[in-house]
């Protein structure tokens, strides 16, 4: 398939911006079985996470929208454009994994910082901390270019969960009505919102369920409902955060993990990350098995630490020497 640059550069003469300039705009259309992918002869390769990352850039790509004035900036100023689409208008809505079949959001295109993304997460929900140098303690200073002034990103993420007791009222309620339909945590909080300027929480609801199945084994399921995610930083990263919750919050409960659903609201990539879009396209993943590990002595969610949790059956060697890193410029 061919990325229509044209269409794209003919938008930015409208906006008096400077065209934009591709190695290549061809690739292959991702052909999947709803599954997985399938190469061109007939085999199945990757994760799940592989193909729903292939079937969104190409509908990013084919029919994505050009924002006018975008609110970040890149590092050298200029205006931080986004192709983008709503919920509605992608072909998949909805990112469903079941867990207990082995299905998963992990992706080979490329390396995904795990260690990074299960500090940040338990940074937010369980030291409920909106401190940049707690963050620092897990290797993770990704947040440090939204510190409004006194090494914090505002009244947000770790800040809400801390303020409502989020998580220990989420464990309470689990235990003490399996089958209720209110299990939700929410860190769009416009109180909060009001007291300082920091980012505003993209990943910010999550609603789970817990389902008597016909195996007679008890599943935790959990969905995640997101406002806008830059897709090709951060796409993967945070499906597997919001997992690794899933999976601490299931133990802390004894039961199964189930299934895991990622919705959005917007979905974009930005316009100096369509090179890399395409690079990904045009990768092919590494046929493996991913499986969330947390060391099995830890049954409490506030014991559990960074080191206790792995992500096993993943070939890292062999994905950064095939589908080595690619740079994504940050929009600020």
């Known amino acids: 398939m061919n990325f229509d640059i044209e269409r794209l550069n003919?938008?930015?003469?409208?906006?008096?911006e400077k065209p934009l300039e591709l190695k290549t705009t061809y690739y292959d259309y991702p052909e999947n079985d709803g599954e997985k992918l399938i190469d061109k002869n007939g085999n199945r390769i990757g994760t799940k996470g592989?193909?729903?990352?292939?079937?969104?850039?190409?509908?990013?790509?084919?029919?994505?929208?050009?924002?006018?004035?975008?609110?970040?900036?890149?590092?050298?100023g200029e205006p931080a454009h986004t192709l983008s689409l709503n919920h509605g208008q992608t072909t998949s809505k909805v990112f469903t994994y079941d867990i207990s079949k082995n299905e998963s959001p992990f992706i080979t295109l490329r390396p995904i910082a795990i260690k990074s993304a299960i500090g940040e997460l338990l940074w937010i929900y369980q030291d409920a901390s909106n401190n940049l140098d707690k963050l620092a303690e897990y290797g993770v200073t990704w947040w440090d270019e939204w510190d409004i002034g006194n090494r914090t990103i505002g009244s947000v993420y770790g800040e809400t969960v801390r303020r409502y007791d989020l998580v220990k009222k989420l464990l309470s309620e689990l235990k003490k009505n399996p089958d209720g339909r209110r299990h939700i945590m929410c860190l769009w909080q416009e109180t909060e919102?009001?007291?300082?300027?920091?980012?505003?929480?993209?990943?910010?609801?999550?609603?789970?369920?817990?389902?008597?199945?016909?195996?007679?084994?008890?599943?935790?399921?959990?969905?995640l409902k997101q406002r806008s995610s830059d897709f090709c930083t951060a796409g993967c990263i945070n499906q597997i955060q919001y997992l690794v919750l899933q999976c601490m919050i299931a133990r802390d409960l004894g039961i199964e993990v189930g299934q895991f659903t990622w919705q959005y609201d917007n979905i974009q990539i930005y316009d100096r990350h369509i090179d890399g879009a395409i690079e990904l396209l045009n990768r092919t993943p590494i046929n493996c098995d991913p499986k969330i590990y947390i060391n099995e002595s830890k049954k409490d969610?506030?014991?559990?630490?960074?080191?206790?949790?792995?992500?096993?059956?993943?070939?890292?060697?062999l994905i950064k020497e095939k589908n080595p890193q690619i740079k994504f410029p940050i929009g600020i």
């Open 301 to 317: 969610f506030y014991d559990i630490r960074q080191e206790d949790i792995t992500l096993e059956g993943v070939p890292r060697k």
């Open 50 to 76: 592989d193909m729903y990352t292939k079937i969104m850039l190409n509908d990013i790509l084919q029919r994505g929208c050009l924002d006018n004035n975008p609110r970040p900036h890149y590092e050298d």
């Open 10 to 16: 003919y938008r930015k003469k409208q906006l008096n």
């Open 193 to 223: 919102f009001k007291e300082s300027h920091g980012l505003k929480p993209c990943a910010y609801l999550t609603t789970f369920n817990i389902r008597h199945d016909w195996d007679d084994k008890d599943y935790l399921d959990m969905s």
